[in-house]
């Protein structure tokens, strides 16, 4: 009858140890996540476990389970998320940053923050003191100005890092950037920030405006005295040329001097030479200078008349 019994209830019983078996799995182990890191504590003894998968562990009270997250957490402030700060010259401006951090030392951080909360509370202090030390540092024109050149945002990003990698090292956590995510002045300042700017803005162009003037008459200058000097250039070298040629013409005209019987005939000769350069037919008088040397009987000075015919 026992036996028939137990028979009976076979499938309660193997239900009722599958749901022990998962209890005591529950209770004596835990699972981890790729993306997450652990702190085992043993009486309050803490032991890091940084594999993913299956853990066992005692229950509680004899040990207990902390989880954090090891991937990279933005965080923008709480109280100092967006607050004024003053420059060196004595401007309030309004500024927000933002922090991307890690667990770096999970071990120094359970121990001395205990979880993200309180992380986040230390490491809200820590940005708010660096992030005003920064900006008192620069002036307003450093930080505001429609020239790039001026600002040194790079430059104060890269000081607030350092200074939160040197205040956050001994809780464990490695700051991995920091970043302006909102930057502007209060009301009270926006109109004399906009008058400065266009009157510097006013200055930039006037001064390149006179910058070209500027350079525009020294080219004019240049271009008027290379022009000058190459008419010069060219009237002198005019001159040299009539000069020669006036040489030249001087020694003809003494030796047409001589003989100017000569001199008219080798005239009308050059002149029949030109007309009669190509293959020309040409009706004419021969009475007209130079077509009277074509007429029968004319005398070539130097020549005798009974060697024309």
Known sequence: ?????FFKHWPTMFLG????????TAVFSFQLNQTEVAVLTTFGRPSVVEEAGLHFRWP????KVYRFDKRIRCYEGSSGKLEETVTEDGHNIIVGIYVNYRISAVETFFSKLKDISNAEDVLNTLMRSAKNTAFGKRKFDQVVNADGNMLKLNEIMAEIQSTLTRDTSAFGIEIVDVGINSLGVPKTVTEKVFERMIAERKRFADENISKGKSEAEKI???????RDQKIARAEADALKLRA????????FYKEFA???QLAEFLRKIEALRVMMRGRTTMVVNTDMP????????TVIPGVKASETK
């Open 1 to 5: 009858m026992a036996k028939g019994n």
């Open 17 to 24: 140890l599958i749901v022990a078996l998962i209890l005591l």
């Open 290 to 297: 130079p077509f009277d040397l074509l007429k029968p009987g």
């Open 60 to 63: 509680f009270p004899f040990q």
């Open 258 to 260: 001589k003989d100017p």
């Open 220 to 226: 004019r200058v240049e271009a008027n005295l290379e």
């Open 244 to 251: 020669q040629g006036d040489a030249e013409a001087a020694k």
